[in-house]
């Protein structure tokens, strides 16, 4: 009667083994892979790599709202660069943005900025994007820079410092840009292959947890 009691507990605790493993992962602490980062840094007194923000910039909304880039800090961002008129890789960027990130919770805290790479482009022309992509998607911005200079330097920071571009003029880039909840460049993702728009989602909802995440060293 006891060995059968014994072979009874022995086979619950084999049956609760990987529920108890998966318990204590659970309940300790989350290790996982930081984001890199891009652009400008310097080296604080402490040893930390801080990384500047991108530039700000005064806009115009498909809504005709003036704006700040610097409105939208707080959030992560996916940026896109489109080209007016809206050619055929502009709407095809614009299909894969609604593909992969319409599914994507929590949209209140994150959002998608398309930018036109032309000052000053009408407000009504932003709308017209706007409503031909998904008006749905509430926390998604088609914009215009109110200052051709400032526009110029933003990308110039955005794609060429970083060597994504070699020039202003190659733009608009295949890439879509990711930018974290202070205004740092975190990462870019090819919008013409499945795998780097799959990691888009993957990454923005890292960043929205970033705060409660501790980072592992990365293997050398």
């Known amino acids: ?22 318990m204590l992962f659970s309940l300790g602490e989350h290790r996982v892979e930081k984001i890199a980062s891009f652009g400008s840094y310097e080296v604080n007194a402490e040893g930390d790599t801080v990384y500047q923000p991108v530039p700000d910039l005064s806009l115009i909304d498909h809504n005709g709202e003036r704006k700040q880039l610097s409105d939208w800090s707080g959030k992560p961002i996916v940026l896109d660069v489109f080209s007016n008129p809206c050619d055929e890789p502009c709407k095809k960027k614009g299909v894969t943005l609604v593909n992969y990130l319409n599914e994507l919770p929590e949209r209140d805290q994150w959002s998608v900025l398309s930018l036109s790479l032309d000052a000053n482009v009408a407000q009504a022309t932003l709308a017209d994007l706007h409503a ?10 088609f914009i215009t820079a109110t200052d051709s200079a400032d526009l110029q330097a933003f990308l110039d920071y955005v794609f060429v410092a970083t060597e994504k571009e070699p020039s202003v003029h190659d733009l608009p880039s295949k890439y879509f840009v990711l930018i974290d909840q202070s205004g740092v460049i975190r990462s870019f993702f090819d ?10 989602e993957d990454a923005v909802k890292l960043l929205l947890q970033e705060p409660y995440l501790t980072w592992k060293e990365k293997k050398k």
Do not use: A, Q
């Not at 009667?1 to 998966?22: A, H, T, V």
């Not at 031909?132 to 911005?141: A, D, G, R, V």
């Open 132 to 141: 031909n992509h998904l008006p749905e998607m509430t926390n998604w911005s």
């Open 191 to 200: 919008s013409r292959v499945y795998k780097e728009n799959r990691k888009l």
């Open 1 to 22: 009667m006891i060995l059968d009691m014994r072979k009874g507990i022995y086979l619950i605790i084999i049956l609760l083994f990987p529920s108890i493993i998966y």
